[in-house]
């Protein structure tokens, strides 16, 4: 991918980075040549980014164009917004990130000055790059207050190169050129893709739905649609606007940074799985009771609980019943009771944390199914069989977790009404990716619930379709992609 350095006028930019076009701003607004091509990091260091003004028009003509402009049209107008910034000054990483860099100052206001997601003082760069990914552009300068023995972001705005003081220059240079030359590591392909695909990923995540062998198999299907993927982590927020497309395989949550991610994602015009719609219906099960109750979904007798109705739960579930937290992922936040006294003391426990909680018939099976489901069909099957000598598919043992044998089924073998009652449920939350999971008792089917997220590892899910399970998913973002435009600019 071409990258453009844009300037009013290139005669006064001082820095030489490797790989980068410097161009002057009238140029990239009128010349042919910069609207014909296909793709472009377009960075723009205009002095003047006001609303009308040519810096203006160069992030946003690079976005009609299917460019990728740092900073991006909305970035410049967060910044120019006290109340935006206000908001991104409360969030609560951002809060740690400050106090934690700045808690040993004697002084009473401190500025910082960020180039590219860094300072020149190495103890800055959690902050710095917190405040990049608030606000993704290259030059920023930052200004904090000290009220009360607590510090504040009093005010973050763009910076131009004639603000950088000279000694800083060398810094600013080797980190342009190294922003430049991403990725870091082993080098990329020399062949080039159509697109760039993100994945949100991390091989140290005990948790995470998908292993290394079915990230790489994802890989490569992706590059038989002509689609380049990256992993990237949490610290790469700031970034999302160089991808085309973003696939979480993170545990979500609502009050997390995957939520965050694809809300950005979203913003910045990217194709997601999983959406922030899909994250807040399908990590609430409060919000999927009340789904299944109004469209007649099967499953088992359920109750919302709160402090007012909390004596009910027995005669509505019967014992022993589950009680469950709404948010609770991989079991945890899931208990059984099977006394009164066990229900109203780990309901006690479960509504310190949640205003409301969800109460179930205990429906005690030798497993569970799970359906795998991609815009509308059925992606793959398994048996998900519980814990040895536990009645979840997970069992907490002295803080690590034990699971049951997983097994991959073909269609054919799976009884048909398990198959439509799964299509039903997930065709509730949208066309992505979603895990709906199942039981069989008696002839009668129940959905236990709907996952967004559901797990792809390389020999448990995949272990009946094999690569067709990823080459589907890669499908699916080309196809959106192409629907979208050829280039991002053209959605």
């Not at 497309?245 to 913003?267: G, I, P, Q």
């Not at 709404?326 to 208990?335: C, E, H, L, T, Y």
């Not at 089924?409 to 439509?420: A, C, G, I, N, T």
Request: one cysteine or more; a neutral charge; hydrophobic letters at 40%.
């Amino acid at each position: 991918m071409k990258s453009l350095i844009v300037v009013e006028n290139p005669k006064r930019w001082p820095f030489d980075v490797d790989g980068a076009e410097v161009v002057a701003a009238r140029s990239y607004l009128v010349e042919p040549r910069f609207a014909a091509m296909r793709r472009a990091a377009v960075y723009n260091m205009c002095r003047r980014l006001g609303y009308q003004t040519v810096g203006y028009y160069v992030s946003l003509l690079a976005a009609a164009r299917g460019h990728r402009p740092l900073p991006s049209v909305a970035t410049v107008q967060a910044l120019s917004q006290s109340p935006l910034v206000r908001i991104a000054a409360a969030d609560e990483d951002l809060d740690w990130e400050i106090q934690h860099a700045l808690g040993r100052l004697r002084s009473d206001e401190f500025r910082l000055s960020i180039y590219f997601g860094r300072n020149i003082a190495r103890r800055y760069d959690g902050l710095c790059r917190a405040l990049f990914n608030q606000f993704p552009a290259p030059f920023l300068f930052a200004r904090f207050l000290r009220t009360d023995d607590k510090w504040r972001l009093a005010g973050i705005r763009l910076g131009a190169t004639s603000e950088i003081p000279e000694k800083h220059r060398d810094f600013v240079l080797d980190r342009a050129n190294k922003y430049f030359s991403r990725p870091a590591g082993p080098p990329r392909k020399t062949r080039s893709f159509q697109y760039d695909l993100a994945v949100l990923w991390s091989e140290n995540d005990p948790t995470a739905p998908s292993d290394e062998r079915a990230i790489k198999r994802f890989v490569r299907a992706a590059a038989r649609q002509d689609i380049d993927v990256k992993t990237i982590g949490p610290d790469d927020y700031g970034r999302l606007a160089e991808f085309d497309a973003l696939f979480l395989r993170e545990t979500t949550k609502v009050d997390h940074h995957t939520y965050r991610f694809a809300t950005r994602a979203v913003a910045e015009g990217l194709v997601v799985i999983d959406e922030p719609e899909a994250i807040i219906r399908a990590t609430n099960k409060v919000y999927q009771a009340e789904l299944f109750l109004r469209n007649g979904i099967p499953s088992p007798r359920t109750f919302v609980v709160h402090e007012a109705n909390r004596e009910e739960v027995v005669e509505r579930v019967g014992l022993p019943c589950v009680l469950k937290k709404p948010d609770g992922a991989f079991s945890i936040g899931v208990v059984k009771a099977s006394t009164p006294e066990e229900v109203s003391e780990r309901l006690g426990a479960l509504l310190k944390e949640s205003e409301l909680v969800v109460a179930q018939e205990y429906a005690p099976s030798e497993f569970d199914w799970r359906i795998g489901v991609l815009d509308r069909r059925a992606l793959f099957a398994c048996r998900y069989h519980m814990a040895k000598g536990h009645w979840r598919i997970v069992q907490e043992v002295e803080r690590q977790r034990r699971y049951g044998t997983v097994d991959a089924v073909p269609f054919e073998d799976v009884p048909q009404s398990v198959l439509d009652t799964a299509l039903r449920a997930a065709s509730l939350f949208g066309d992505g990716l979603y895990g709906v999971d199942l039981k069989e008792i008696d002839g009668r089917v129940m959905v236990m619930e709907v996952n967004d997220n559901p797990n792809l590892d390389a020999g448990y899910e995949d272990g009946v379709r094999k690569d067709a399970i990823y080459d589907e998913i890669a499908a699916w973002f080309r196809a959106r992609l192409d629907r979208r435009g050829s280039d991002r600019g053209l959605r």
